[in-house]
Nanobody, 122 residues
Framework: QVQPVESGGGSVQSGGSLRLSCAASGYTNSRYCMGWFRQAPGKKRERVATINGVGVTNYADSVKGRFTTSRDNAKNTLYLQMNSLKPEDTAMYYC????????????????WGQGTQVSVSS
Protein backbone atom coordinates (compact mmCIF):
# COMPACT_ATOMS: atom_id res chain seq x y z
CA GLN A 1 0.00 0.00 0.00
CA VAL A 2 1.49 3.32 -1.12
CA GLN A 3 0.82 6.29 1.11
CA PRO A 4 2.41 9.58 0.13
CA VAL A 5 3.19 11.88 3.05
CA GLU A 6 3.69 15.59 2.45
CA SER A 7 5.65 18.05 4.57
CA GLY A 8 7.00 21.58 4.35
CA GLY A 9 3.90 23.72 4.10
CA GLY A 10 3.49 26.94 6.03
CA SER A 11 2.83 30.64 5.85
CA VAL A 12 4.94 33.08 3.89
CA GLN A 13 4.70 36.61 2.55
CA SER A 14 4.24 37.38 -1.10
CA GLY A 15 7.51 36.94 -2.98
CA GLY A 16 8.79 34.37 -0.53
CA SER A 17 9.75 30.73 -1.02
CA LEU A 18 8.77 27.36 0.37
CA ARG A 19 9.89 23.83 -0.32
CA LEU A 20 7.50 20.92 -0.08
CA SER A 21 8.54 17.31 0.26
CA CYS A 22 6.66 14.08 -0.29
CA ALA A 23 7.80 10.66 0.83
CA ALA A 24 6.20 7.75 -1.00
CA SER A 25 7.18 4.41 0.46
CA GLY A 26 6.03 1.07 -0.93
CA TYR A 27 7.60 1.18 -4.38
CA THR A 28 10.22 -1.31 -5.57
CA ASN A 29 11.16 0.65 -8.70
CA SER A 30 11.16 4.28 -9.87
CA ARG A 31 8.94 3.99 -12.94
CA TYR A 32 5.91 5.54 -11.26
CA CYS A 33 4.67 9.07 -11.73
CA MET A 34 4.67 11.65 -8.97
CA GLY A 35 2.79 14.89 -8.90
CA TRP A 36 1.68 17.94 -6.98
CA PHE A 37 -1.87 19.17 -6.96
CA ARG A 38 -3.55 21.98 -5.06
CA GLN A 39 -7.02 23.01 -4.06
CA ALA A 40 -8.07 26.39 -2.76
CA PRO A 41 -11.33 26.88 -0.86
CA GLY A 42 -14.27 26.93 -3.26
CA LYS A 43 -12.14 25.96 -6.24
CA LYS A 44 -11.51 22.76 -8.15
CA ARG A 45 -8.36 20.77 -7.62
CA GLU A 46 -5.61 21.92 -9.95
CA ARG A 47 -2.64 19.99 -11.27
CA VAL A 48 0.50 21.94 -10.37
CA ALA A 49 3.43 19.81 -11.53
CA THR A 50 4.18 16.23 -12.46
CA ILE A 51 7.33 14.23 -13.03
CA ASN A 52 7.71 10.76 -14.49
CA GLY A 53 10.23 8.10 -13.66
CA VAL A 54 12.86 9.43 -16.06
CA GLY A 55 12.57 13.00 -14.86
CA VAL A 56 10.32 14.55 -17.48
CA THR A 57 8.35 17.36 -15.86
CA ASN A 58 5.14 19.17 -16.67
CA TYR A 59 3.89 22.39 -15.07
CA ALA A 60 0.69 24.35 -14.93
CA ASP A 61 1.00 27.65 -16.77
CA SER A 62 0.28 29.51 -13.55
CA VAL A 63 3.47 28.23 -11.89
CA LYS A 64 5.90 27.97 -14.80
CA GLY A 65 9.13 29.79 -14.08
CA ARG A 66 8.38 29.96 -10.35
CA PHE A 67 7.98 26.35 -9.21
CA THR A 68 10.37 23.46 -9.77
CA THR A 69 9.64 19.83 -9.04
CA SER A 70 12.27 17.13 -8.67
CA ARG A 71 12.53 13.65 -7.28
CA ASP A 72 15.10 11.52 -5.52
CA ASN A 73 14.38 7.97 -6.64
CA ALA A 74 16.77 6.46 -4.10
CA LYS A 75 14.66 8.02 -1.35
CA ASN A 76 11.26 7.73 -3.12
CA THR A 77 10.87 11.42 -2.39
CA LEU A 78 9.33 14.22 -4.41
CA TYR A 79 10.08 17.91 -3.95
CA LEU A 80 8.42 21.15 -4.96
CA GLN A 81 10.50 24.30 -4.75
CA MET A 82 8.16 27.28 -4.82
CA ASN A 83 9.67 30.71 -5.43
CA SER A 84 8.11 34.14 -5.97
CA LEU A 85 4.98 32.99 -4.20
CA LYS A 86 1.77 34.92 -4.73
CA PRO A 87 -1.40 35.12 -2.63
CA GLU A 88 -3.19 33.13 -5.36
CA ASP A 89 -0.87 30.20 -4.61
CA THR A 90 -2.61 29.79 -1.26
CA ALA A 91 -4.12 26.31 -1.17
CA MET A 92 -3.88 22.83 0.26
CA TYR A 93 -1.13 21.07 -1.64
CA TYR A 94 -1.40 17.35 -2.27
CA CYS A 95 1.19 14.84 -3.38
CA UNK A 96 0.09 11.91 -5.51
CA UNK A 97 1.61 8.92 -7.23
CA UNK A 98 0.41 6.93 -10.19
CA UNK A 99 1.10 4.51 -12.98
CA UNK A 100 2.51 6.01 -16.19
CA UNK A 101 1.07 5.30 -19.61
CA UNK A 102 2.95 3.21 -22.13
CA UNK A 103 4.51 6.43 -23.39
CA UNK A 104 5.54 7.41 -19.84
CA UNK A 105 3.09 10.27 -19.55
CA UNK A 106 1.46 10.93 -16.20
CA UNK A 107 -2.28 11.02 -16.75
CA UNK A 108 -3.75 9.27 -13.73
CA UNK A 109 -2.87 9.22 -10.06
CA UNK A 110 -4.10 6.55 -7.67
CA UNK A 111 -2.45 7.31 -4.34
CA TRP A 112 -2.94 10.57 -2.52
CA GLY A 113 -1.44 12.19 0.53
CA GLN A 114 -3.33 14.08 3.22
CA GLY A 115 -2.12 17.46 2.04
CA THR A 116 -0.08 20.32 3.46
CA GLN A 117 -1.33 23.90 3.70
CA VAL A 118 0.46 26.75 1.96
CA SER A 119 -0.66 30.29 2.80
CA VAL A 120 0.76 33.36 1.09
CA SER A 121 -0.07 36.79 2.45
CA SER A 122 0.15 40.03 0.50
Amino acid sequence: QVQPVESGGGSVQSGGSLRLSCAASGYTNSRYCMGWFRQAPGKKRERVATINGVGVTNYADSVKGRFTTSRDNAKNTLYLQMNSLKPEDTAMYYCATGTPTYWLSCDTFENWGQGTQVSVSS
